[in-house]
């Protein structure tokens, strides 16, 4: 089963990315003498309007075929070819098969929105704050306002953070009112961490904590002779002890019960180490509110905007150094990822779809062959400079990318490979 949502997951991102470019293409009446949902030999297909609309044989992938595009020296060409229309309109095409799969991401997050509603963490005492902070709070202070405005959930201290500006907070500390003020440097320079009860807010189905008969609304009261009072606590036990027989007391309504877990085995890249945690599969608790329309829009727009700049963090650590090559991925690895998104639920995998359909937007952008964002670039300069690139100097420069994107999946299946190995 999850090889079939991964298959239709990748079928969704390229149809969309591909229709993205022949809508506009047709719009500036370009030629698109193909568009194919699959790759390969033609299977079967209709023609309309001098489109060829085929299903091919290979299910990964599909294309658009765009007249003319393959010629960039001047010469006798038709109206309808690619290279014949201004370099904006260009543009225009190559830049609307991602932003298709930025549409379909946005769309998709705003029905998670409205119809799943938005997990809220309520206010809680401080677990910890990264630094340069950490000197003016202490564990358990209370934050009960921020700048005049009072805080019901976790979220709005960081709606009411003003940047580059004296930034004034009330807490409550050991039953004593304290004003804390400092100026905040950038927005996500002050990183704050609230004490997560150990109420069960979910468990995924199959997990090793289902399994032990853990439920949902569960209160984890200790891990062998350990008592909990934090979800953090618990966490870093359970990471540290993959493969070890837990004993956890839990208390359900006016029972409490013991029960055994084993925590599965996982991996993730730190630098260019492998580290290994445990797992058991179960979410906090928190409140869910569903927004109107307005407010869904709104709450959309900030989980997009979260989602693209964590993705570009990532790439630019990744094109810095700071970030290994380990942790790129290849089809094992969104096979992986589609299977345990789907392990939380079908809002879980919406949300999954909709990040790689995001990732997809972000990283054809990119100006390097043969991905959008170099055709992009090539149209640009021809845009300021007049001078159009040759058909030897982009046979040379697609034949690079080719060769780079080759590399790019032998490195991402090697990983997948080794992943499993080290498993």
Known sequence: MTLIYMIITLGIMVIVHELGHFLVAKLFKIGVPVFSIGMGKRLFGITKNGTDYRVSLMPFGGYVHLKGMETFEQGE???DDFMVKHPLKRIAVIFSGPFANFILSFILLFIMTLAFGVSYMPNTPVYSIASPYDSLFLRGDFIESVNGNDIKYYIDIFKYLKPNEINNISILRDGADKEVAFKLDKPDSFLIYPEISTKVGMVSPGSPAEKSGIMKNDIILAIDTLNIK???????IIKQSYDISLS???ERGADTLLLSVIPEKKEQQDGDSTMYYGVVGIGYS?????PGFKQGISLTIERVNYIASSIVKFLAQLFTGKM???NLGGPISIYTMTGESLKWGFDSFLAFVAFFS????IFNLIPFPPLDGSYILIFLFELFTKKRATTKFMNIYQQIGF??????IVLVSFND??????K
Not at 230 to 236: D, G, H, K, L
């Open 77 to 79: 060409k038709d109206d």
């Open 230 to 236: 934090t979800w953090q606590e618990m966490s870093e």
């Open 248 to 250: 956890i007391k839990i």
């Open 286 to 290: 928190s409140e869910l509110m569903k």
């Open 324 to 326: 290994s090559v380990k």
């Open 358 to 361: 995001l990732n997809l937007f």
């Open 403 to 408: 060769v780079t994107l080759m590399l790019l």
């Open 417 to 422: 490979i080794l992943r499993i190995v080290m």
